[in-house]
């Protein structure tokens, strides 16, 4: 039978009536992006819910508590993995990532109150209650853990090394005709890079005081329709075509960012090498061409 929906609204109230009804719960928190003014609030944004308990064995060791708050479609608690399962016994802190049925999302954290002075919580924090007036207990309102970090030169010359690097990873992977070397350097490796760089202009352009959120889902407030697209184009589909020309255009503007970043910091920039490297792979790209069989 299909248990009740709860609008966003009502599923924050009854949060809230739960932490308070319940003498195990001493205090709680709303974390992330609901916590935050400049995030991006609609009905697909999470609760980040932290409750902080009298003793946490009796919410790790039964974790049936998470049904009180709707129908539960799938949990996942990566605290408990098969490479590093779950101390039950102890009291370390426990995440419980659950999505309903009616569409809500509350990624809970289960923290011991015997511990609390030990967390160090720098995102934006909403308090909900706190029973006992804990020290540590404190509401943070700046979205400062979550700015574009100013990089140092050692680390902006690795990340262009790498992705010049990464590059001939690509270019061998497509001569070889072997996707998923090339699809993973290619989207992962230089992706990566990528992206880093473009914080990081990003970042210089507003004296590094905004964040572009979680694996960049908040680019488009930053860029141009223009810059979106490019953005988007450097992505391709699996064809090997596309993929060659979806690096060309990643290289390109990769290396009209780094070569901005490296302008705005003082940082040195090595165009001569930007540009053998890529006629280097662009003459594999070329070899490659010629020995495709004709009709394939």
């Known amino acids: 039978m299909m248990r009740e929906t709860l609008t966003p609204e009502e599923l924050f109230l009854r949060i809230q009536k739960k932490a ?35 003793d946490s064995r009796e919410f790790t060791r039964d974790t049936g508590w998470i049904e009180d708050y709707g129908e539960v479609l ?48 720098r995102e934006p924090r909403r308090v909900l209650l706190d029973k006992d007036g804990y020290d540590w207990m404190k509401p943070m309102e700046t979205d400062e ?24 990873y690509v270019a061998k992977g497509l001569c070889r005709d072997q996707f998923g070397y090339a699809r993973f350097h290619l989207s992962e490796g230089m992706g990566g890079m990528f992206f880093r760089m473009l914080d990081w202009r990003i970042g210089l ?63 040195p920039y090595d165009k001569t090498e930007a540009e053998r490297v890529r006629k280097f792979w662009e003459k594999r790209r070329e070899e490659a061409e010629k020995s495709v069989p004709a009709g394939r």
Not at 23 to 50: K, Q, W
Not at 147 to 166: A, G, H, Q, T
Not at 233 to 251: C, I, K, L, N, R
Request: charged fraction near 35%; proline fraction near 3%; charge should be negative.
């Open 145 to 168: 853990a979550f700015f574009i970090r100013r990089p140092e030169k050692k680390e902006y010359l690795d990340c262009v090394n790498e992705f010049r690097w990464l590059s001939l």
């Open 20 to 54: 308070e009804e319940d003498e195990r719960v001493r205090a709680a928190a709303l974390d992330g992006s609901r916590a935050s003014r400049d995030a991006l609030h609609d009905r697909y944004s999470d609760f980040d819910v932290v409750l902080f308990v009298r």
């Open 74 to 121: 799938i949990a996942q608690f990566p605290d408990d993995w098969h490479d590093h399962p779950y101390d039950y016994e102890g009291k370390e802190p426990f995440h419980c990532l659950v999505q309903y049925a009616d569409g809500n999302r509350i990624d809970f954290t289960i923290r011991d109150v015997s511990r609390g002075a030990e967390e160090h919580n």
């Open 205 to 267: 352009s507003h004296d590094f005081r905004v964040s572009t959120g979680s694996h960049g889902k908040y680019l488009n407030r930053y860029l141009s329709e223009e810059e979106m697209a490019r953005v988007r184009s450097a992505f391709p589909d699996g064809e090997t075509a596309h993929m060659w020309e979806g690096m060309e255009v990643m290289y390109e503007y990769f290396e009209e960012l780094a070569e901005a970043v490296a302008a705005g910091l003082g940082f």
